[in-house]
C-alpha cells in the first residue's frame, strides 16, 4: 500500500491559507419552506421553535469554531452541522406529517451547506461495487478525508467566488484520484471512476 501520509502531504501543500474578515454564515431560510407546505397553527408554533433551537445550536457551534481564528477546524464544524440536521430532523417528524416530511428533508437537503466529500453512502457503495480490499479502502477514505481538509483550509482563498471555489476543488479532487488511482488495482480503479463519474463541484446558490 503506498504512504498515505505522503499524499495526504502532497495534498496539505496545494492549499493556500489567507486569513479571511468577516466570513458571513448564510443559514437556511425556513419561511420558503412555509410557503410550500400548509401548517396549522399549532405545527407553525412548534416548527418555527424547533427551526430556531436548531439555526441558534448551529450558530453557537459557528461562532465557537470561528472563536479559534486561523486555527478554525471547517471539517468538525461541517460535522457538527450534520449531527444538528439529523437531530433536527427527528424532532420535526414529531410534528409534521408523512409528506409534510417528506418535503421537509428534501428542502434542507438542496438548501443547506454539504461537506466537500464523498459522503458515506457513496463511500460504502465504492467499497461494495468496486471490490476493494481493506487496505485499498483505507487509502480511498485517507483520500477523502484530506481532500475534505485541504478545500476547508483553502476556503478563505475562494470564499464567496464560485469561480474560483470550483478550480480548487477540481485541483484538490485530481489529487485526491491520482492517490487512490496509485492505490487500487486497474480493475477496481476503472470501477471506482465510473461510480464517482457524477461528482462534481457544487458552487453555493
Known sequence: MKNIKGFILAFALGAVI???SG???KGIDYNEFKTEVQLTPDQTKSFDEIT???QDLQEQNFQAAKAQGGNMDRVALG???EE???QQSIEMAK??????????NKFVDENSRKRPRYDNTLLERIKAEAQLSEDEFKVVN?????????FNDAHDVYHGNNDLAKEYWEKFDAQ???AIQKALTPEHYTKFEEIVKDVHFKGRK
Open 18 to 20: 489567507i486569513s479571511c
Open 23 to 25: 466570513d458571513k454564515k
Open 52 to 54: 430556531k433551537k436548531y
Open 79 to 81: 460535522i457538527k452541522n
Open 84 to 86: 444538528l440536521r439529523s
Open 95 to 104: 410534528v409534521l406529517d408523512g409528506p409534510q416530511m417528506e418535503k421537509f
Open 142 to 150: 485517507a483520500a477523502n478525508d484530506a481532500f475534505e481538509k485541504v
Open 176 to 178: 485526491r484520484k491520482a
